[in-house]
């Protein structure tokens, strides 16, 4: 099943306070789309909202043409499987454990067997955490956590990938194993979105940049256009050189008055 997420002139506010104020964009199958944008520029309310979590007030968010609070959980936990930003576990639940709930949409089996037992064993294999299964996740490091939640998010093998800040914690690399890991889901058919703070990381292995300030859209292309050292001024306040390599950038920033 191929992918499409859809957010059509969409406005949430929370206790009054405006947060996406028009958003409107299209990301379909085999792209992998970067939101970045300062903190507090609605990056984790629009991965929220497009997936059903946050109610809009006005505006819509479509999967695949459907509204997507309108589609049933467990259908909605078939097409795009989500990673939040905040993702604690009150109990000494085994990491291998976590990535099985992956499975859950496809009936959660107390023993997994065939293509779920498959499908975990490769997440695990793409965060390198096979080696963590029966390790509570109390007794993880934050690192170590991180990698084991987004292998749950893989062990789904929905058409989509939504998530928020998945390099969080991660030493470099696991940082690029885990963003080529996503890049890959791309490549072979899959719709993957992610907010990134890492714009070189963004630069480097994502397809799309979706640029947000101030809850909108300031700019929405390919890395070397969304991400213009003009456009990270006005946005970001910085005065910013990319170095390197096109396709391996390190981007240098300043604050103004170093100019």
């Not at 859809?6 to 789309?33: C, M, N, T």
Request: proline fraction near 7%; charge should be neutral; aromatic fraction near 4%.
């Amino acid at each position: 099943m191929s992918a499409r997420i859809e957010a059509r002139d969409l406005h949430v506010g929370r206790d009054g306070a405006p947060i996406l104020k028009g958003v409107s964009f299209v990301a379909e199958a085999g792209v992998f789309v970067a939101l970045v944008g300062p903190n507090g520029a609605g990056k984790s309310t629009l991965l929220r909202a497009l997936i059903g979590l946050e109610e809009p007030d006005a505006g819509a968010c479509l999967i695949d043409g459907t509204p997507a609070r309108a589609l049933a959980p467990i259908v909605r936990a078939r097409r795009v499987a989500y990673l939040p930003q905040a993702r604690p576990v009150y109990w000494a639940m085994p990491a291998g454990a976590i990535v099985a709930l992956g499975r859950f949409a496809y009936g959660a089996p107390a023993r997994l067997e065939g293509e779920d037992a498959a499908a975990v064993a490769r997440a695990l294999a793409a965060c390198d955490v096979a080696h963590l299964t029966a390790r509570p996740a109390h007794a993880l490091s934050g690192g170590e956590a991180a990698r084991v939640h987004l292998a749950r998010a893989l062990a789904a093998e929905t058409p989509a990938l939504l998530a928020d800040e998945p390099t969080a914690a991660l030493d470099p690399r696991h940082q690029l194993a885990i963003m080529q890991t996503l890049r890959r889901r791309a490549d072979e058919g899959a719709l993957v979105i992610a907010a990134l703070h890492d714009l070189a990381l963004a630069a480097r292995f994502c397809t799309r940049i979706v640029l947000l300030s101030d809850g909108a859209i300031a700019s929405d292309g390919p890395p070397e256009t969304a991400l213009a050292p003009e456009r990270l001024k006005q946005v970001f306040g910085v005065r910013a050189a990319f170095l390197g390599e096109p396709s391996r950038p390190t981007i240098v920033f300043d604050l103004p008055e170093a100019d």
